[in-house]
Every structure is written in structure tokens, then in C-alpha cells.
């Protein structure tokens, strides 16, 4: 079992950063592949950025290249997500997951673990 929180979010202007922290707990947290999600609303929970266990492989939402990077800390059972350049549209509730299926997965079914998620705002 794995356990996942968030935390990070908030309301900023467009063109701001922001950067949300997924604290996990779990004797296997280096051995799973971690994610990043959202769901905006009237949307269905989408892709935003993975990184393998070993932290040599990462994938991202086109959407977001060059404005987000995904990064982990095994020692502390942490996965980051930098945010950069916000826009409205990245207006959304982020969920941080694990999975162990894949490298660097990008399909909801691959997680197996998930957060309850932080707000993140972006006001224009």
C-alpha cells in the first residue's frame, strides 16, 4: 500500500509558478512509477507528467513541454511538479498517483495509487 498527498496548489496569475509536492509513504515508494494528473472541471482527469521509478525516463502532456518539469527524491519519498509560465487553462485539481506498470506510463489505468489532489488556480 502506498499512500499519496499533495499539497502545493493555490490561486496565481497568469504567468506565474507554482510547485506541487506528492509526500508518499509506502516500504516501495522507489519502486514505482509516479504521475501527475488533472481534472478540470466538465473535463475528464487527464495526463500531465510521469517519471519512472529510477528518474531516467519522464513523459508530459504536449500542453505542457518547456513550462512543467517532474522530478522525485526517493530519499524523501517525494515527486515534485514545477510549474512555470501558468495559464488559465491549467486551471484544474492535480492528482499525483503510483503505478508500477510502466517506465513512465500516461494512461489512468496504469496508476494504481492516487492522491485526493491540491487546487491550482490560474486567474487571468
Known amino acids: 500500500q502506498v499512500q499519496l498527498v499533495e499539497s502545493g496548489g493555490g490561486l496565481v496569475q497568469a504567468g506565474g509558478s507554482l510547485r506541487l509536492s506528492c509526500a508518499a509513504s509506502g516500504r516501495t515508494f522507489s519502486g514505482y512509477t509516479m504521475g501527475w494528473f488533472r481534472q478540470a472541471p466538465g473535463k475528464e482527469r487527464e495526463f500531465v507528467a510521469a517519471i519512472s521509478w529510477r528518474g531516467r525516463s519522464t513523459s508530459y502532456k504536449d500542453s505542457v513541454k518547456g513550462r512543467f518539469t517532474i522530478s522525485r527524491d526517493n530519499a524523501k519519498n517525494t515527486v515534485y511538479l514545477q510549474m512555470n509560465s501558468l495559464r488559465p487553462e491549467d486551471t484544474a485539481v492535480y492528482v499525483c498517483?503510483?503505478?508500477?506498470?510502466?517506465?513512465?506510463?500516461?494512461?489512468?489505468?496504469?496508476?494504481?495509487?492516487w492522491g485526493q489532489g491540491t487546487q491550482v488556480t490560474v486567474s487571468s
Open positions: 498517483a503510483a503505478g508500477i506498470g510502466g517506465v513512465a506510463g500516461t494512461a489512468l489505468d496504469e496508476y494504481r495509487y
